[in-house]
């Protein structure tokens, strides 16, 4: 028996603390000496994803003091003016987009990993394929139908879905905020997580509000047969009464979100938070912001650090930020790490319409109160004239990262790392 | 206690949600023949009803019709006629010592438990094949409304030679005389063994058959139906005499165990004697019985109330007695109880075309496992490799079974739940048990379909050629809009059919994306690399994986 699933088995670990020789193991979580012994610390851990759909700009988001007038010539149309840069303490080469003062405050708390140049050999620029390779984790030669979560969650959870849920795991593995259920988290046979079609409709299921506006249809008796479906399909979901439990548990405690309706990403967020310190058990959790694809009209044109890009950016720090504190209030945020991706970053030359076209690599954001703080590698080198063919190069293979989020923060032993991840990757020193 | 607790009493508690009363405003069209418009939303209504779903290619080709002309070729189209079941059963276990694998097993004489077992497997699924592989007609669709209707149950049959030529009995008579059923059926050896006519003699008198005759396949218990406890005791007498000869596989009438005594019956029949008759003469009694029952106006009334529950819709209203049912009644006896006159009419009608009325069925097992194969044109192994082909259905028909219709073996004599319990009807069909395996069905068909234990044959939708089917697939919204069309029983509002676009087939981009499913579906088209396929594949995996799901593909 492996010595995790001892634990499993043998201490209640939610309950009681687990102690080896009188210790306290939790108080040395953090010590490699004690991961060494056992991954029992990495027991609650949840890992949650951020997915900006569309590829998104880099550059305009973290951005190269040290090259900045190399910045400044590419893209001159849309370059952030030097004195808004967000600067970080520690840090003379990088800076943030204006709009990010949420990132920046957790980056000077030494809570943010800024991981440079991520990308992966021969990139590609495809939203549809880049994506796929973003979440199979392929190589870009292959074509992987499973997903590296999913694949993941099938060693963690062998046997779904007959044996589950079940008394040791009653909750979802992974839990998508979405339509469908992102492919990351697909497994050979089965999806390894479960979509909660949207905040409204999962709201609704909160206030046990019954479906009602059924006025489009062309007949009371089509909607009377599609109320009872419905209503049924929310009780069979197998999971549906432990995800309303915990979220009726808990109560979101940060007043740093903002109001309803203003951004989509904090909704998400706020649901997760709840479900979190709700106390379910699920592993990973994946949300999406759209709208990352800025050919044109990237920003204002009076105001470089104004429009459509800042106000993404501005939707993405201010709910991390939040998401952070509501945790921390909720007393799990040692609990929770985090992580944005995009399927690409773009060109470094601006376009003649205000945007930027499809690129190669981009930074990650990693957060989390167990986040070694500050930046990983270096800024991008930017060319003195940049041509249109110039991209960010790569620096880490976003499969590094997940190398060490599985392997550190979600104890997956070194044997089982390679055949989740298919091929051997780095890792990178992303916890404290 | 009333109905309605008893009934709710006998679902497993808590599992499926309080159903609303259903009052609705009633429908004002009546039977005047409906002809306009003729669209597609009609065409796929019409077709979802008297078929299984509504394939592409099937609107396209009745699109150039008009109702009527529609209805007709439906009905007069001459089902084809196919080859019996075969052993496709002999294994280490088993060896049919008589048939040869591949040869049909209708004519022979050595059933034994385990063969007996084999060949209404073999039968189910060849049956199922039947309405996989249906041609342009209404007579699949007619079969099962009928084995719904004469229900028998293989289980309790357990004679596969005698369950096949029941089913054929189904067949010859789906579009034909009702009342010839009915004596057919009556004396048919499955029916026999059944309802226990097969011992049903003077000496010991077996009153099932007479009493389900009565109640469940002509008189019906609808509210002007009055026979009597008499009157089932004294149709029982009738019957007597009808024996199963084992070896010739055929019924016989032995006048010896025939009761030639007169039989009264009551008021509700006026007060008839039917006369006995001695002697081989002794079973010319099925006529009188027979034209004594169908002189009854109600035998025309149940029979096209339980054809507008099959076809239209649950709730019979007064409004929808007087206006639909009676004169529908009314043409049936006109016409003899010639069974076509009446589908037409109905059929063709501007009430069955309603908008009220579309989508307002939740498909049956049988349907939603139907519908799908031949929407998708999901292709079978061929009759060559006849294993294969057998062990195909064979996995459709236990797909069926699981979601709670096993045909062959509905729950008892009444036929399916669904089609008669007040006032949930089709609502029975889903549940907190079944609804997750249909959604499984649907789910695996799409991301992985289904292998053949012999020879791997891959059974599943090519999620491709049917986006190539529908009209613009490289424009994500028509890609969408059609889909919507032809699967979902229900319209699916804008903004969610935009929700679905963005989210699934954009993977979120915003904006002018748009082209970007355009891009990717023309390199495919023009350059169908390896990777092309993937990313276009899985996009239309997610999207059909989320189209199915919805409650909307449970309704037709």
């Known amino acids: 028996m492996k010595r995790r699933t001892f634990f499993k088995y043998t201490v209640p670990s939610i309950v009681a603390p687990v102690f080896i020789g009188g210790f306290n193991l939790r108080a040395f979580a953090a010590s490699p000496l004690v991961q060494a012994y056992s991954n029992s610390s990495t027991e609650g851990n949840v890992l949650v994803l951020i997915q900006l759909a569309g590829g998104n700009d880099g550059l305009n988001m973290v951005i190269p003091v040290d090259y900045y007038s190399q910045y400044f010539n590419a893209r001159k149309n849309i370059a952030i003016e030097e004195n808004k840069i967000l600067r970080l303490s520690g840090n003379d080469t990088t800076g943030l987009h204006p709009s990010m003062t949420g990132i920046q405050n957790l980056y000077n708390d030494g809570k943010i990993s800024l991981v440079q140049g991520v990308s992966y050999p ?111 399909s929310e009780k069979t979901d197998a999971y549906a009464g432990v995800i309303k439990q915990a979220a009726k548990k808990s109560k979101t405690l940060s007043a740093k979100y903002e109001d309803k309706g203003k951004n989509n990403l904090s909704e ?165 | 206690m009333t109905r309605r607790d008893i009934f709710r009493s006998f679902l497993p508690k808590n599992e499926s949600p309080e159903w609303r009363d259903v009052s609705f405003p009633d429908i004002e069209s009546g ?156 004396i048919d050896p499955a029916m026999l063994r059944y309802l226990n006519g097969a011992s049903n003699t003077k000496k010991a008198p077996d009153e099932n058959y007479g009493r389900e005759l009565q109640e469940l396949f002509t008189i019906g218990k609808g509210p002007g139906s009055h026979y009597t406890e008499g009157d089932v005791k004294a149709a029982a007498r009738v019957l007597t005499g009808y024996k199963i000869r084992p070896l010739m596989q055929d019924t016989a009438f032995d006048p010896q165990r025939h009761d030639d005594g007169d039989k009264q019956f009551s008021a509700f029949y006026g007060n008839a004697i039917i006369k006995g008759r001695s002697g081989k003469d002794g079973e010319n009694e099925l006529d009188d019985l027979l034209n004594m029952i169908f002189d009854q106006q109600e035998v025309a009334k149940f029979i096209c109330r339980k054809l507008y529950v099959f076809f239209v819709y649950s709730n019979i209203t007064p409004a929808i007695e007087k206006n639909i049912i009676s004169p529908l009644a009314d043409v049936f006896r006109k016409h003899n109880y010639e069974i076509k006159p009446v589908l037409e009419k109905l ?70 739940q669904a089609y008669y319990e007040s006032p949930a009807f089709y609502k029975l069909w889903v549940n907190s048990d079944t609804l997750p395996k249909r959604n499984q069905f649907s789910d695996r068909m799409v991301l992985f379909g289904y292998k053949t234990k012999q020879q791997s044959d891959f059974v599943g939708i090519d999620l491709i050629a049917f986006a190539k089917s529908l009209p613009s697939p490289e424009n994500p919204d028509m890609l969408i809009q059609g889909s919507v069309q032809y699967l ?18 954009l993977s979120n981009l915003q904006d002018m994306a748009d082209h970007y499913w355009t891009n990717i579906w023309t390199s495919y088209a023009q350059n169908p690399t390896d990777e092309n396929k993937t990313i276009v594949e899985t996009k239309l995996k997610q999207l059909y994986k989320y189209l199915m799901e919805l409650p909307e593909y449970q309704l037709c």
């Open chain 1, 122 to 232: 021969a990139p590609n620029f495809s939203h549809f394929k880049a994506t796929d390779i973003w979440l199979t984790g392929e190589d870009s030669s292959e074509n992987i139908t499973t997903g590296w979560l999913g694949r993941y969650l099938e060693k963690q959870y062998p046997g779904y879905p007959e044996h589950y849920p079940n008394p040791q795991m009653p909750d979802p593995f992974a839990i998508q905020i979405g339509s469908v259920v992102s492919p990351a988290l697909q497994g050979h046979s089965y999806p390894m997580g479960m979509a909660i079609s949207n905040p409204e409709s999962f709201y609704k299921m909160l206030e046990d509000h019954q479906d009602g506006n059924d006025d489009h249809f062309n007949s009371d008796r089509v909607a009377d047969q599609l109320s009872y479906l419905r209503q049924l």
């Open chain 1, 268 to 432: 998400q967020l706020k649901i997760v938070a709840r479900l979190i310190s709700g106390g379910l058990q699920t592993k990973v959790y994946v949300v999406n912001i759209g709208g990352f694809d800025t050919h044109a009209g990237q920003t204002v044109n009076t105001d470089t650090s104004k429009g459509k890009h800042a106000q993404l950016l501005e939707n993405l720090s201010q709910s991390i930020e939040a998401f952070m504190d509501d945790l921390k209030l909720m007393g799990v945020d040692d609990r929770v790490m985090g992580m944005t991706f995009s399927e690409f970053g773009r060109r470094i030359k601006s376009n003649a319409s205000g945007g930027t076209d499809h690129g190669v690599a981009a930074p990650v954001i990693v957060f989390g109160k167990k986040v070694k703080g500050g930046q990983i590698g270096h800024s991008p080198i930017i060319p003195d004239s940049a041509t249109v063919n110039d991209n960010v190069a790569m620096q880490y293979d976003f499969r590094s990262l997940y190398a060490s989020i599985l392997k550190d923060w979600l104890g997956v032993d070194k044997d089982a790392l390679s055949s989740i991840l298919l091929h051997n990757f780095d890792t990178l020193p992303l916890l404290a």
């Open chain 2, 31 to 186: 039977l005047e023949t409906y002809k306009k418009p003729w669209d597609e939303s009609a065409v796929r209504h019409l077709l979802r009803r008297t078929q299984f779903g509504a394939p592409v290619a099937e609107v396209e080709y009745f699109k150039k019709y008009s109702a009527k002309k529609a209805v007709e070729e439906l009905l007069n189209t001459v089902p084809v006629n196919a080859a019996p079941p075969i052993n496709n059963y002999n294994d280490d276990k088993v060896t049919d010592e008589q048939v040869p694998l591949g040869q049909t097993w209708v004519n022979a004489t050595n059933n034994s438990g385990m063969l007996t077992a084999r060949r209404i497997r073999s039968y189910k699924s060849w049956w199922m094949m039947q309405m996989i592989t249906q041609n342009r007609s209404i007579h699949e669709k007619m079969v099962l409304f009928w084995h719904n209707h004469f229900a028998t149950q293989t289980a309790t049959v357990r004679h596969p030679q005698f369950i096949y030529q029941h089913n054929l009995l189904l067949r010859k008579y789906a579009l034909g005389n009702f009342k010839e059923m009915t004596k057919a059926i009556t």
């Open chain 2, 347 to 416: 059929l063709a009608s501007k009430h069955f075309f309603d908008m009220a009325n579309r989508g307002t069925i939740i498909k049956s097992p049988v349907e939603f496992i139907v519908s799908l194969c031949r929407e998708y044109n999901v292709s079978f192994p061929s009759e060559q490799n006849y294993l294969s082909r057998y062990d195909a259905f064979e996995f459709m028909l236990l797909r069926s079974a699981y979601m709670q219709q096993n045909i062959g073996d509905p729950p008892n004599v009444a036929g399916w």
């Open chain 2, 488 to 505: 979902l029983g229900a319209d699916l509002p804008t903004d969610q059919q935009q929700f679905i676009k963005t989210s699934i087939l």
